[in-house]
Nanobody
Framework: QAQLVQSGGGSVQAGGSLRLSCTIS????????MGWLLRRAPGKKLEGVAGIYTANSSTVYADSVKGRFTISRDNAKNTVYLQMDSLKPEDTGMYYC?????????????????????WGQGTQVTVSS
């Protein structure tokens, strides 16, 4: 069973940077896509932040983070990263790494929770003004 293990995150002032990491463990798995989604507060909906297709490394970003966040993947380490620069207070929330390994995922543009079948444990990012 594949597991997604997240690291990174924390607290930073507005304008600062953070990097999130997510590693696939539990065996040899090749994902079709991976992404990052944000839940701004408990009970709020998940919002897609960024996604990457494994086959061609093409990326997708939410409008709110374009030009500030960068998603990348290290295939050798089976790890995906989210580099977050020029952080704003509205970027605050719990960030979840997600992946899918099946032919039935990755079908909705990578910014929807429906794209993914596997999830990391979440990591809190807090940006203060």
């Amino acid at each position: 069973q594949a597991q997604l293990v997240q690291s990174g995150g924390g607290s930073v002032q507005a304008g600062g940077s953070l990097r999130l990491s997510c590693t696939i463990s539990g065996g040899t798995y090749s994902s079709n896509c991976m992404g990052w989604l944000l839940r701004r507060a408990p009970g709020k909906k998940l919002e897609g932040v960024a996604g990457i297709y494994t086959a061609n490394s093409s990326t997708v970003y939410a409008d709110s983070v374009k030009g500030r966040f960068t998603i990348s993947r290290d295939n050798a380490k089976n790890t995906v990263y989210l580099q977050m620069d020029s952080l704003k207070p509205e970027d605050t929330g719990m960030y979840y790494c997600a992946a899918d390994f099946s032919a039935f995922g990755c079908l909705y543009g990578l910014l929807s929770h429906a794209d993914y079948g596997y999830w990391g444990q979440g990591t809190q990012v807090t940006v203060s003004s």
